[in-house]
C-alpha cells in the first residue's frame, strides 16, 4: 500500500501540530499549492503543501474545503510568507480533523516530494515481486494431478478470500471453504435470464457449443461465454498483485492450461 502519513512525517522530519497525524491515512502523492480554493486539482490522498501566500480570512473555509476532499493532510512551509503557522490555522485544523505539519525553511517542498515519489516506487516493485511469486505458485499449482482444482485452492490463497470454479451452465465444479456460490449463480441468473441450466432448475440438455466460445473479452468477474466461468473475492481491499494473481489464475485454469501466451504480464 503506499505509504503513510506518519512515514512521511518521520522520514522527512516534519513537525505534527494539529490533527490525526498518528492515523494510518495513506499519502498517494504530494501536491503544492498556493491557491485560495485548490480543490479542483485534487483527487484526494494527496499531502498538501503551501506557504500561505494567498490564505485569506475564511481559514475555516479553507481547511472544510481541505477535509471534504479528502487530502491525507495540510503541509504548512514557514519562514517565507509567515514566519509560524497562523494560530487560526492550527485551531481550524484541530477542530476538522485535518493533519497540519509544519514544514521547516531549510526543507524544500520538492524534497518531500521525492521521498513519497521513492516510496511509491518502492511499493510498486514490492507488488511487481509478489506478483511473479504468485504466478509461479499458480502454474505448478496447475501442473499437479488436481490440476484446475489445485489452481483454485491456489488461487483463493493468493488472493486471502474464496475462489469457485463454474461451468458454462453455472453449475459449480469446485470452491474453496467459505465461497458464496450462492451469490454467484444468483449473478449468473441476472446477467443470462436465458441460461439452459443452473443449480436448482431442471436440467435440460446442453446447446452445441458454438465456435466462438471459449474465448471472451472483459475482467474475471464474468466469465460467459467460456466453456469455465470462475470468480473469486479477497478480503478487504484487493490489492494490484491480488487482482494480477487472479487474472493468472483464470488463465492457469482455462481448458487449454496455462501457456506463456495466456498469462498477463505483471505490468501494473
Known amino acids: 500500500m503506499p505509504p503513510t502519513l506518519q512515514t512521511v512525517i518521520r522520514r522527512m522530519g516534519l513537525r505534527p501540530l494539529a ?31 503551501t506557504t500561505g501566500m ?33 494560530a487560526a490555522l492550527i485551531e481550524a485544523a484541530d477542530q476538522a480533523g485535518l493533519p497540519l505539519l509544519e514544514v521547516p525553511r531549510e526543507t524544500p517542498f520538492i524534497a518531500i516530494g521525492k521521498a513519497v515519489s521513492e516510496l511509491l516506487a518502492a511499493e510498486q516493485y514490492e507488488e511487481i515481486t509478489r506478483a511473479f511469486a504468485a504466478q509461479g505458485r499458480l502454474t505448478r499449482a496447475a501442473l499437479r494431478p488436481e490440476g484446475m482444482h489445485a489452481v483454485i485452492d491456489r488461487l483463493a490463497k493468493e488472493v486471502g478470500g474464496w475462489a469457485a470454479l463454474l461451468d458454462e451452465t453455472g453449475e459449480v465444479l469446485h470452491a474453496t471453504r467459505g ?44 466469465g460467459f461465454g467460456c466453456r469455465r ?15 494480477w494473481a487472479a487474472e493468472h489464475g483464470r488463465a492457469a485454469s482455462s481448458p487449454s492450461g496455462p501457456s506463456s501466451r495466456s498469462h498477463p504480464s505483471p505490468t501494473p
Open 19 to 49: 490533527g490525526p497525524t498518528s492515523s494510518n491515512a495513506v499519502v498517494r502523492w504530494v501536491a503544492v499549492s498556493e491557491l485560495a480554493d485548490p480543490t479542483p486539482y485534487l483527487e484526494g490522498d494527496e499531502l498538501l503543501l
Open 54 to 86: 494567498r490564505l485569506e480570512a475564511d481559514i475555516s473555509g479553507y481547511v472544510a474545503r481541505l477535509v471534504a476532499r479528502g487530502v491525507a493532510g495540510l503541509g504548512f512551509g514557514v519562514g517565507v510568507s509567515h514566519e509560524e503557522i497562523p
Open 179 to 222: 465461497a458464496d456460490t450462492d451469490a454467484v449463480t444468483t449473478e449468473l441468473l441476472r446477467l443470462r435470464p436465458s441460461s439452459p441450466r443452473l443449480p436448482g432448475r431442471a436440467a435440460t440438455r446442453r446447446p452445441p457449443r458454438r465456435p466462438d466460445r471459449g474465448r471472451r473479452r472483459g475482467g474475471p468477474r464474468k
Open 229 to 243: 466461468a470462475w470468480r473469486c473475492r479477497g478480503r478487504g481491499s484487493t490489492s494490484w498483485c491480488s487482482r
